[in-house]
């Protein structure tokens, strides 16, 4: 079963541009992170943000948590072409939170 | 590089067969954990290992089993294998064994291919 759940599907955007993408959750969370997958290579985490946080900064990265609305963000600003990619949320879930829950996650296009 | 190695890094094989795949966690890494990755069912936790023994159980088929060796490199043997299989395995590695702060660090994945 899915934990998170990110919106939109699929983004294209042109070169410069920020991006923005949601992730909505179920249940409780310790905290939410953030990975990047390049086509079909491996994923890298790229921010946590605990669930006592409610921004988090990281370079061009922005994520956002709103434990009371169950829902996360995350802005890339200034796009690169290089920044395409799929981006999941994702929140430790099961006994001892162990285990990551994905999203299916978002798809990124930067048009050059 | 995330430190975490996967091979093979592509396999081929017949609806039946078994294979298996092999993982070694970035050096200091005690916690090994895979992950399924296909179309319909997006990415999903299949099993967790840390210093070689179970501790978590996801999404795992009883035809799937894993282990992890003293020097901390991890198998996931997949056998009788089905055209629904057809999947990219990601292993992942982690300092501890796990807990809600830990990060993963993911390797770049063994796409199997059933045919």
């Known amino acids: 079963s899915q934990q998170g759940e990110e919106d939109p599907q699929a983004l294209s955007i042109q070169e410069g541009e920020n991006a923005t993408m949601n992730c909505s959750y179920k249940?409780?969370?310790?905290?939410l992170q953030w990975y990047r997958q390049n086509s079909g290579r491996g994923l890298v985490h790229l921010i946590l943000?605990?669930?006592?946080?409610r921004e988090k900064h990281s370079g061009r990265l922005r994520v956002t948590l709103d434990t009371s609305k169950k829902s996360s963000s995350l802005l890339i600003t200034a796009s690169r072409a290089a920044d395409t990619a799929s981006y999941f949320c994702?929140?430790?879930?099961?006994?001892?939170?162990?285990?990551?829950?994905f999203g299916k996650g978002t798809k990124l296009s930067v048009i050059p | 590089d995330s430190g975490v190695t996967q091979t093979p890094k592509h396999l081929i094989t017949a609806t039946g067969q078994r294979v298996t795949l092999r993982c070694s966690p970035r050096?200091?890494?005690?916690?090994v954990y895979w992950y399924q990755q296909s179309l319909d069912q997006g990415l999903q936790f299949l099993i967790q290992?840390?210093?070689?023994?179970?501790?978590a159980k996801g999404n795992i088929l009883e035809r799937f089993s894993a282990q992890q060796f003293p020097d901390l490199h991890s198998e996931l043997n997949l056998s009788s294998l089905e055209l629904g299989d057809s999947a990219l395995y990601f292993c992942?590695?982690?300092?501890?064994?796990?807990?809600?702060?830990?990060?993963?660090?993911f390797g770049p994945g063994t796409r199997l291919t059933v045919l």
């Open positions: 992942a590695s982690s300092v501890t064994a796990g807990g809600s702060t830990d990060t993963q660090y």
């Open positions: 249940t409780s969370i310790n905290n």
């Open positions: 943000i605990r669930s006592n946080e």
């Open positions: 994702a929140t430790p879930t099961g006994a001892g939170s162990y285990q990551l829950t």
């Open positions: 050096s200091g890494d005690l916690s």
């Open positions: 290992y840390y210093n070689g023994e179970e501790r």
